[in-house]
């Protein structure tokens, strides 16, 4: 029975040897936690300790996935800008595929009901958080070997319009200046964990990619949460993008009525939500 049972063993080692490692699916619960970290951290206004940390913390993530990153800075108002561009390793010219989130929360809760909570800060679980948890998220499960030039990056100062000194949008405006070259499609995801769940159309975002992702969302099952109807029209990270002539949509639920409040928490986001954006544009990206 020796021989028997070597050989058998031996069978067993080649095959676990040959085995594919499995394909990581996109998972929401993981994704929650990565918000869960950032909000603990505080407010990620742009100069604060919080925000600092934020930095930090995206960057090991990414690092700890296996993504090169760097950061791209510019002096703005005494505050320096700071982007993290996050690139996945490939052989591949093209095509060039950019999803953005910004990670700054607002220095103001101004649309809170009350007033003495008008001068918080907003601590951003949805409106910040959720859609830098999604791309941690993706940046852990993404399978090497993808054909495309995939390229994550976090802006700040996406979140301080309306204040004084500050504007919307400034973190994109300032990636945008100095980008080199013309990414195929660029996707922006904001305020995309709201446990009641409502993407439209948006009518700034270009028409033929959002039917293209939205359609794949109705694959999955996630058409009741992709609406493909149109709704808003916002001002966002796409918007620098769109004026230099390149495709992009703004993946956003504006039906949010915490925007801008000291309500914006953690309890006002599910798993759940997070996990049916990021599946959808896991599978985007798979798309060949």
Request: charged share 25%; aromatic share 12%.
């Given at each position: 029975?020796?021989?028997?049972?070597?050989?058998?063993?031996?069978?067993?080692?080649?095959?676990?040897?040959?085995?594919?490692?499995?394909?990581?699916?996109?998972?929401?619960?993981?994704?929650?936690?990565?918000a869960k970290i950032q909000v603990e951290f505080g407010p990620r206004t742009p100069g604060s300790e919080a925000h600092q940390k934020t930095i930090e913390f995206i960057t090991t993530e990414l690092s700890s996935s296996g993504w090169s990153t760097e950061i791209q800075s510019e002096e703005l108002n005494g505050y320096k800008i700071q982007n993290i561009i996050a690139k996945m390793p490939s052989s591949v010219d093209q095509p060039w595929i950019i999803i953005g989130a910004h990670y700054d929360s607002r220095f103001f809760a101004d649309h809170d009901p009350k007033i003495?909570?008008?001068?918080?800060?907003?601590?951003?679980?949805?409106?910040?958080?959720?859609?830098?948890?999604?791309?941690?998220?993706?940046?852990?499960?993404?399978?090497?070997?993808?054909?495309?030039?995939?390229?994550?990056?976090?802006?700040?100062?996406?979140?301080?319009?309306?204040?004084?000194?500050?504007?919307?949008?400034?973190?994109?405006?300032?990636?945008?200046?100095?980008?080199?070259?013309?990414?195929?499609?660029?996707?922006?995801?904001?305020?995309?964990?709201?446990?009641?769940?409502?993407?439209?159309?948006?009518?700034?975002?270009?028409?033929?990619?959002?039917?293209?992702?939205?359609?794949?969302?109705?694959?999955?099952?996630?058409?009741?949460?992709?609406?493909?109807?149109?709704?808003?029209?916002?001002?966002?990270?796409?918007?620098?993008?769109?004026?230099?002539?390149?495709?992009?949509?703004?993946?956003?639920?504006?039906?949010?009525?915490?925007?801008?409040?000291?309500?914006?928490?953690?309890?006002?986001?599910?798993?759940?939500?997070?996990?049916?954006?990021?599946?959808?544009?896991?599978?985007?990206?798979?798309?060949?």
């Open positions: 029975m020796k021989p028997f049972i070597t050989i058998a063993c031996v069978l067993i080692l080649l095959l676990s040897s040959c085995t594919t490692p499995p394909v990581l699916e996109f998972d929401g619960k993981n994704a929650y936690d990565y003495e909570n008008k001068n918080q800060p907003v601590a951003g679980a949805n409106d910040g958080a959720s859609g830098v948890a999604v791309l941690l998220e993706l940046a852990r499960v993404l399978p090497d070997g993808i054909d495309k030039i995939i390229w994550f990056v976090f802006f700040d100062v996406e979140d301080q319009g309306n204040i004084e000194g500050w504007d919307w949008i400034l973190g994109s405006r300032s990636f945008v200046n100095v980008l080199d070259g013309k990414p195929d499609a660029v996707v922006i995801l904001d305020m995309i964990g709201d446990k009641d769940l409502n993407i439209y159309f948006e009518h700034n975002s270009d028409k033929e990619l959002q039917e293209e992702i939205w359609n794949i969302a109705a694959d999955l099952g996630y058409q009741d949460s992709f609406i493909q109807e149109y709704k808003y029209t916002i001002l966002d990270d796409h918007i620098p993008f769109i004026e230099k002539g390149i495709t992009a949509i703004d993946i956003i639920d504006f039906d949010y009525p915490y925007w801008h409040t000291s309500q914006d928490t953690l309890d006002k986001i599910s798993p759940e939500s997070l996990e049916i954006i990021g599946r959808t544009i896991y599978h985007w990206l798979l798309v060949p």
